[in-house]
């Protein structure tokens, strides 16, 4: 039996987008610089909270502190002058909350959720963290070993190898250059490296605490001023320094003896949040390769064949933006398939968006970004995320605004300055003895061995 066929003309076509809510905000700032803000949601009995500390690297450290704070994101929950490791766990659990630790090149992130009546034991435990944590021997030789054993793992990972070897290509020096920590100098670090990087680095000075949920903002103010009183330490905030200039570069190809795939992975400069062309690049990288129905994914993958996945996006760091584009292909097509991805680039700019690729793009986009903040933990996460940049909530609607002004020529626009493939870099990791020779028909390569560990 054939299936049946779906008549189109039952399908009711998409509504217009619904304009983005700018959330009820409360902020304030503590004595002692740590910035508050509170969006009341009832509803849902949960309260999700992001304390986000400034903790970028200078030029001169990037390594060292890239290293201890791989170390310190795990060790920092192991123990405070007043309860160890399990004890901090129940206390957290018996709210709901599970507190977890991460890090990138800009900050220190903590993130927990909890029910409404635990607010104030969770601050109370998140606040002894912040000024007494321990950083004890055992438990951190354990995090040290653990860290270890899954940075030897990543690197031994393609798309690892990819990531890092184009953040070392575009960025140097720079502490963004610094993607994975130096395995040798994760085994260096000391319980009383943590310690001073801890009583140096995580500052309430420039540090924003969200919460979000079934609050009373009043009540929840304070709840944290009462709790994180005592987190007084002098300083001000360390933020990465401006990413220099990329100099011109061929492409570079990471020889990985025997491998059956290429990695692709192409990156340059990007508008920031405040940016005027940011609405216009975002959906040129959607049209382009920023979802299912992009150019990209129509040629290699879906006409041709040649990868899964391949995509494209905007990544945003407080000291620089980033457009990048991502494909991980048959080794026998490698060439073809870089030739293809620079041919969509520079289509972009060549060939002007049709009315129907703008129209999906942007519905596309503006949905995402309705899903992103729906829930407590995506709008916390988001607000984190804008605070720490030096926005306010009002940026969700005035960049949803933004996105459904954009034209044709803006995309156009767009495309030309910051999609030519001349301003990327491009770096493929795959086997030099079968790629090379396809690659140079496209221009210059630079062959390497993947990056070589640093040494303490």
Known sequence: MSAPVLDMSLVPPLGEPRPALVPEVHESTLPNGLRLVVVPRPGVPLVELRLRVPFAAT???????????SVLTGAVLMGTAAHDQLEIAQLLQAHGGEMSVSDDADRLLFSTTMLPTGLGPVLGVLAELLTSATYPGGQVQAERDRVVERIEIARSQPRT???????TRRYGAHPYGQQLPSAALVAGVTPAALRKLHRERVRP???????????????????????????????TAVTAPPVPPTPEQPLQLVHRPGAVQ?????GGRAP???DPQLPALRLASMVFGGYFSSRLVENIRERRGYTYSPRSGVEHLLAGSTFTVEADVAT????PALMETVYELSRMALTPVTEAELDSARRYLLGTMALGTATHGGLASTLSALFGAGLSAEWLAEHQQALLTVGIEEVTEASRRW?????????VVGDADQVADQLRVLGPVEVSAPAAEARP
């Not at 190898?161 to 953040?167: D, K, M, S, V």
């Not at 999609?419 to 770096?427: D, E, G, H, K, R």
């Open 59 to 69: 030029a001169r450290t990037a390594a060292a502190h890239t290293a201890r704070a």
């Open 161 to 167: 190898i990819a990531g890092t070897a184009l953040a």
């Open 205 to 235: 000075a420039g540090s924003t605490l969200v919460l979000v949920g079934d609050v009373d903002p009043a009540a929840a103010a304070d709840l944290v001023g009462s709790a994180l009183a005592g987190w007084a330490t002098e300083g």
């Open 262 to 266: 290429s990695n692709l992975r192409l």
């Open 272 to 274: 920031g949040r405040t």
């Open 332 to 335: 026998g097509v490698t060439g």
């Open 419 to 427: 999609l030519a493939p001349a301003a990327l870099t491009a770096v």
